[in-house]
């Protein structure tokens, strides 16, 4: 394996991690913003309020993604394999 095969697979494999967590991570900031913009009309200023429901829509997302992301997960698998 030549060095620039393996900066290249160190590449692709970053970018793959982007590609999977990238939906999930962006629901839990839209969801962190709406709870945010909720708290700043409210003035409710509780801790809990923040984390329970971005883990709770993040879980939803993840189980909603799950067979795009296996499915991506696999294809990257197959091209790795096909590439070695």
Not at 44 to 73: C, D, H, N, S, Y
């Amino acid at each position: 394996m030549t060095p620039g095969t393996a900066v290249d697979l160190c590449r692709e494999s970053l970018m793959i991690a982007l590609i999977l967590a990238g939906p999930i991570m962006a629901i839990g900031m839209l969801v962190g913003l709406v709870i945010s913009l909720v708290q700043a009309v409210t003035q409710l200023q509780e801790q809990t309020l923040t984390f329970v429901p971005k883990i709770v829509a993040m879980g939803v997302a993840t189980a909603l993604f799950l067979p795009w992301l296996t499915w991506r997960l696999i294809e990257y698998t197959h091209s790795l394999w096909d590439n070695l």
